[in-house]
């Protein structure tokens, strides 16, 4: 079909990320692109398509004011994709998120140790964003590497024992994954749907003889039923 | 005393364009745009007529940059709702129109950058036209994927979504846009006549129908109601929601900012209001 088997229903991991690189983060610029106001006189500045001496950023998908104004090492905030690009051509300098210190992800761990219940409040894009600043920016951070590395990886352990706890909780009616990220969900994604869909199917086609004057009536349709009977 | 209103209102009118901003920003709070975007253009011939707002040209600039952004993130948000969701969901008409307008002019932007390259600029600043080159890489491919996944779903719910179209309902009017009513038309059709000419003309005449909804098992697929879906819900102003999950007689509250994993058909107005995203 037009859409491949794979993609049916979840996410591919590089289409994660590419929904990471959307988010905003701060880098420190090593180009000025900020324009002197002398040279700004000597053209219409709502003239975009004239030629100036200096290319202008203008972009469609987001706000291009900050890439218009970057001055050399002074912070300030653009779409992390850019940011990546910027970093590839030693044009910047990434700045880590705070939560992306040995000190904080400590915490982390700790807190994740002794909450048993629940998972720890990481940004729903950790994981893939950790990943990525990893490969492509590891001489921005104040930390030593290897140790925030081993760390994250302490954290993704810790998480997925508690996901393989929470599975025996599987049940036809719903469930709730507060604060789990948004890689974690994908490779769980299948898994969950799958079984879910199935408990579902069973508890229907056992109770469909008292439940069926209450479908009619909020037409939803009986094809699950023929379904569950396939 | 708390003054916390009073500096409120002070910082709103400062000036146009902060209260231009700051209606952009309400579009963004403001969750009913999603299915039905009328709400942008209505607002924002508003802020026109209104008086007391001083619409010069740096005023209109920076409200069309917050768009387009918000577009894109509109966009985003449409293209994940579309991939995990059973059923097929309204095609977005406004939106697309304002963003695929944008996408041919910077095509047309970036060619006569490129054309008069050579000779206006020095050679050292590339790096935006890579941006800028890049970046429209990325939308066409959100806004390709996001065709072929309804391409997709018209495929499989092909009679389906043919005997709602006929049915002529409210809902199905924006359903699908003008390409894609046609490839179902065109290809239910090539379908048709494949199945008829081989197997289907050899069969008794009455079971010969292809939509046949009264035989052992319906022909005609409906998506999957029940289906459970992971959602996110985003709308954090509000307290949160009470849903009834009918086949279990069951309550459950949806707690702003919190993730479930939920059956569609109990979530599917919400989705529809865009209190809540698939994720």
């Known amino acids: 079909m037009s859409l491949p088997n794979h993609l049916n229903e979840t996410f591919s991991p590089e289409e994660i990320q590419f929904l990471v690189e959307n988010e905003p983060i701060r880098i420190f610029p090593r180009i000025t692109t900020r324009q002197m106001v002398r040279a700004n006189r000597q053209y219409d500045e709502f003239d975009s398509n004239t030629a100036k001496q200096d290319m202008k950023w203008k972009l469609i998908t987001m706000d291009d004011t900050s890439l218009n104004n970057m001055v050399a090492m002074k912070s300030t905030q653009v779409t992390l994709w850019v940011a990546l690009i910027l970093k590839q051509q030693a044009k910047c300098s990434i700045i880590a998120p705070a939560w992306l210190t040995v000190k904080e992800l400590d915490r982390k761990i700790q807190y994740e140790q002794t909450h048993l219940d629940r998972f720890s409040e990481m940004p729903w894009n950790w994981l893939v964003l950790a990943q990525l600043l990893f490969n492509k920016a590891a001489d921005d951070f104040h930390d030593p590497v290897h140790e925030l590395r081993s760390r994250v990886q302490d954290l993704r352990e810790i998480r997925q024992s508690k996901v393989l706890k929470g599975l025996q909780y599987l049940n036809e009616s719903h469930l709730q994954l507060d604060n789990l990220s948004v890689l974690e969900i994908n490779e769980l994604r299948p898994f969950i749907i799958g079984v879910m869909d199935k408990l579902r199917d069973m508890h229907a086609a056992a109770h469909s003889g008292s439940a069926n004057e209450d479908q009619d009536i909020d037409n939803y349709g009986d094809d699950r039923y023929v379904e569950a009977g396939v | 005393m708390d003054i916390d209103d009073i500096l409120a209102s002070l910082d709103h009118d400062t000036t146009a364009v902060e209260s231009l901003r700051s209606d952009a ?94 000779s206006e600029y020095s050679q050292s600043s590339k790096l935006p036209l890579l941006c800028m080159e890049a970046e429209l890489e990325r939308l066409k491919f959100v806004i390709r994927s996001f065709l072929r996944c309804r391409l997709k779903k018209i495929d499989k719910y092909n009679f389906y979504l043919q005997s709602i179209i006929a049915s002529s309902d409210t809902d199905s009017a924006n359903l699908l846009s003008k390409q894609e009513s046609i490839y179902l038309n065109k290809h239910s059709q090539i379908l048709l006549k494949l199945f008829n000419n081989s197997i289907l003309k050899h069969m008794p005449v009455d079971l010969q129908a292809i939509q046949d909804t009264e035989g052992s098992i319906s022909m005609v697929d409906e ?22 999950i009918p086949q279990l007689n069951e309550e459950v509250e949806l707690s702003p900012g919190s993730i479930y994993v939920m059956r569609y058909s109990v979530i599917r107005d919400l989705l529809m209001q865009g209190k809540i995203q698939l994720i």
């Open chain 2, 223 to 244: 998506p999957k109601w029940d289906q459970f879906v992971f959602i996110y819900v985003k709308d954090l102003s509000t307290q949160s929601f009470m849903v009834t």
């Open chain 2, 25 to 118: 920003d309400n579009y963004n709070g403001s969750s009913t745009l999603l299915y039905s975007d009328l709400t942008y253009n209505d607002s924002q011939t508003k802020d026109k007529q209104n008086p007391n707002t001083i619409s010069n040209s740096t005023a209109t600039t920076s409200a069309t940059i917050t768009t387009s952004a918000q577009d894109y993130n509109n966009l985003i948000e449409l293209w994940r709702n579309e991939r995990c969701s059973p059923e097929l969901l309204p095609y977005p008409t406004k939106l697309l129109d304002r963003i695929l307008p944008r996408l041919q002019q910077q095509m047309e932007y970036i060619e006569s950058l490129s054309m008069g390259f050579i």
